[in-house]
C-alpha cells in the first residue's frame, strides 16, 4: 500500500513548509489502452494514482475528463459499461467484478493494471 500527504503549504522566509493533514491510501493504476481506445487516447499506456476505494466508474470518470466525452461514449451504455467494451481489473473481466462498481484494488497490492478494449474496429 502507498500512502499520499494531501499537503497544505505556506512559505516562511521564502521557503515552502509543508503541513501533513491527513494521509490517504492510494494505489497506481496503470491502464493499458488497446485498439479504438488507444487511437482515441493517443497513447498505448498511462499511469495514475488513485485513492484506493476508486471503482471502475470513478476512474472512467477521470479518463473522460482527461479525453474528452467521446472516451465515455465509446466505452458507457445508459450509464453502464457498454457491452462492447471489455476492460480487465488485473486480469479478470470487470462485468463479473461489478461492472462500474467494481474496485480497482482489494487493498493488497499498490498496483493495478486495467486494459481497456474499446469496441471492435470494423472496416476493409
Not at 12 to 33: A, D, S, Y
Not at 82 to 99: D, K, P, Q
Amino acid at each position: 500500500m502507498v500512502y499520499n500527504c494531501l499537503d497544505r503549504y505556506r512559505f516562511v522566509l521564502g521557503l515552502r513548509v509543508v503541513v501533513c493533514f491527513t494521509l490517504l491510501p492510494v494505489v497506481e493504476v496503470k491502464i493499458t489502452f488497446v485498439g479504438l481506445i488507444q487511437r482515441l487516447v493517443g497513447r498505448r499506456e498511462e499511469a495514475v494514482v488513485v485513492p484506493e476505494e476508486t471503482t471502475l466508474g470513478g476512474l472512467i470518470e477521470k479518463l473522460v475528463a482527461r479525453y474528452g466525452q467521446e472516451l465515455g461514449e465509446r466505452l458507457l451504455e445508459n450509464g453502464e459499461l457498454a457491452a462492447h467494451a471489455s476492460v480487465l481489473i488485473n486480469g479478470r473481466n470487470a462485468m463479473t467484478e461489478g461492472g462500474l462498481q467494481a474496485k480497482l484494488s482489494d487493498g493488497s497490492q499498490s498496483q493495478v493494471e486495467i486494459v481497456v478494449l474499446g469496441p471492435p474496429l470494423m472496416g476493409g
